[in-house]
């Protein structure tokens, strides 16, 4: 799913595990607003792929729920339908000695920061 593709009124979470409600088009620009319609997040500070820019992470979309009837109208996902969820990114453990063998490389040395 890309931002293009959210509606008026489609229920957003973010990483944090907030909920907020689309609302496009307004003559200020397209919003995500809260449980009392206050805009919270501009989303052209959107890319694309709904990552935040410039705020952290915290703020990605993570979840996105169309609204049927019977759809809570508050910050509530109650009687929503999930259509769409951010994969999680697959987790890879390694030793450095895995590293160095995947790598066909000898004496890896991992430092932190630039040098």
């Known amino acids: ?3 293009s593709d959210l509606r008026t009124g489609m229920k957003i979470v973010y ?4 909920i907020r409600t689309v609302l496009l088009n307004t003559n200020t620009g397209d919003w995500l607003v ?3 319609g206050a805009k919270t997040h501009s989303m052209q500070y959107y890319s694309t792929d709904m990552y935040a820019i410039g705020n952290g ?3 990605d979309i993570m979840k996105v729920y169309k609204l049927e009837e019977g759809c809570n109208l508050n910050e509530s996902i109650d009687g929503c ?3 769409w969820q951010r994969k999680k990114p697959k987790q890879i453990n390694m030793t450095v000695a ?3 063998a995947q790598l066909d ?3 890896l040395h ?5 040098e």
């Open 57 to 59: 992470d915290e703020l």
């Open 81 to 83: 339908t999930l259509v």
């Open 15 to 18: 990483r944090t595990g907030w």
């Open 98 to 100: 895995e590293i160095e």
């Open 105 to 107: 490389i000898k004496n």
């Open 1 to 3: 799913m890309k931002k």
């Open 110 to 114: 991992i430092v932190k920061g630039e």
């Open 34 to 36: 809260d449980k009392y």
